[in-house]
DNA sequence: GACAATATCTTGCTCATCGAGATTCTCGCT
DNA sequence: AGCGAGAATCTCGATGAGCAAGATATTGTC
């Protein structure tokens, strides 16, 4: 039983640790956004359109507004902001002429690296002082926590 | 050579992770908020005066504000909000009567652990499933990325 | 006791977001 | 073909969170 007690204290020590994370990072981020004129909102918004070129799936208001939780007026706006800084570009889709396909420009995609580049490669840094087994383990912890998480957001309708 | 490019790619498949897992919680945050008439900005707020709470430090409009990176007319008006809801009660420093401190009511605390109380205990038992030397890896691995998120906030000024 | 410093609140404004509806385009059906 | 249902996006007016600047109240210092 003193296992279990150490157990959860170990749980509750990482479930802290998770949100204080993911604090400094929105913090990190909100910094980020005074910093070149951009809203919460916008670096999300890039964060997105950024994951979905990475993954070559194409990127379009609708599921940029769907991935955000704003409403198609809120989305309109946003993608406005983000092409008057130039860092998007709106592009009909010449098979469906409804569609508005979104090209995130290169000085995003640098302007982000010149920001949270560093962050980056410091965590990068912190992994390569574990050997190899750590390394899975982590990985696949983080994988673990991610699935859970998404699964509890999805779940709750 | 090899083994320095399946470093770093394990070391940006954890990157990315991470900033997946963040942007996960987050948009629980919102959800949570829009759920019980909360705004992103309240839930934050809730959260630090939790942690300020959990470690006995006292809360002030002035803290908190800090904290957030809000000014004092919408510290004020945050503080309206949760007074209102019945989340949070004002009091004058007895000591200093220019202090007014906030005092966290226990609707709050059962209302954020009804909705996180699920995602915690989920993970939890995924921290559970791994042996107690991986745990303590797992548990380095988070301490080391804090301090450097942190770190990266704090430096830049 | 007058004065600078500190903590909080008030006022007037800007702008992101929302709800509702207009517009443009696609596709299945007859 | 061509018409209508439906989908993707945009426009308009309203709401409200947050900001800048200044007001108010309280404390410590000379």
């Given at each position: 039983m003193a296992d279990d007690v150490h157990d959860?204290?170990?749980g509750m020590r990482v479930?802290?640790?998770l949100r204080a994370i993911t604090v400094e990072l929105?913090?990190?981020?909100?910094?980020?956004?005074?910093?070149?004129?951009?809203?919460?909102?916008?670096v999300r918004a890039?964060?997105?359109?950024?994951?979905?070129?990475?993954?070559?799936e194409p990127a379009?208001?609708?599921?940029?507004?769907?991935?955000?939780?704003?409403?198609?007026?809120?989305?309109?706006?946003?993608?406005?902001?983000?092409?008057?800084?130039?860092?998007?570009?709106?592009e009909r889709d010449s098979r469906d002429r409804r569609r508005v396909l979104l090209n995130v420009d290169e000085s995003a995609v640098t302007l982000g690296w010149s920001f949270f580049g560093p962050l980056i490669h410091e965590v990068v840094a912190v992994m390569g002082?574990?050997?190899?087994?750590?390394?899975?383990?982590?990985?696949?912890f983080l994988t673990d926590v991610h699935e859970t998480?998404?699964?509890?957001?999805?779940?709750?309708?």
């Open positions: 959860q204290d170990a479930v802290h640790l929105d913090q990190l981020g909100a910094r980020f956004a005074a910093r070149h004129a951009l809203h919460p909102t916008d890039l964060i997105c359109l950024l994951d979905a070129a990475r993954t070559g379009t208001p609708g599921t940029l507004g769907a991935r955000l939780g704003l409403n198609s007026a809120g989305t309109t706006a946003l993608v406005d902001r983000l092409e008057k800084l130039g860092h998007v570009r709106r002082r574990f050997d190899a087994a750590d390394q899975a383990t982590i990985e696949r998480v998404t699964q509890q957001r999805t779940c709750q309708e």
